[in-house]
């Protein structure tokens, strides 16, 4: 069963430094845990690969400001062919077999308009 489901369109920003994380996804990741400023989050893709991605946020102020690290974000990026107004969606889903599983999906507009995992 899937939690709620979250959606962005990505920027020029998002494909070519950090995906800037919008801070209503935090309440759907795992836990920081306490003085934690980092998250590891393994997720599977909507084709069935699996990557581990980092979520950080910053540990002063008001603001958390969450982002995924450049370093396996911009794999991603490079791996799914990702430009700026392309989507991601991402849920978890909780089964009673693994526990919860993160879903993060990327998808392009195909040629009949509609949004298509790749």
């Keep these: 069963m899937a939690s709620q ?4 369109h990505l920027t020029p920003n998002d494909i070519t430094r950090k995906f ?3 801070t209503a996804w935090l309440d759907a990741m795992p836990e920081f845990g306490e ?6 989050l393994r997720v599977v893709d909507g084709v069935g690969f699996s990557w581990e991605l980092t979520c950080v ?5 008001v603001y958390k400001k969450p982002v995924l ?3 396996q ?11 700026a107004g392309d989507k ?3 849920y978890r889903e909780v089964n009673a077999f693994r526990g919860s599983q993160y879903r993060f999906r990327a998808q392009k ?6 949004w298509a995992d790749v």
């Design 5 to 8: 489901q979250f959606e962005k």
């Design 20 to 22: 800037s994380v919008p």
């Design 35 to 40: 003085g934690r400023h980092e998250v590891i």
């Design 57 to 61: 946020v910053r540990n002063k102020g």
């Design 69 to 71: 690290q450049s370093a």
């Design 73 to 83: 974000w911009l794999s991603f990026v490079n791996v799914k062919s990702l430009v």
């Design 88 to 90: 991601i969606v991402f």
């Design 109 to 114: 507009l195909d040629a009949y308009g509609n």
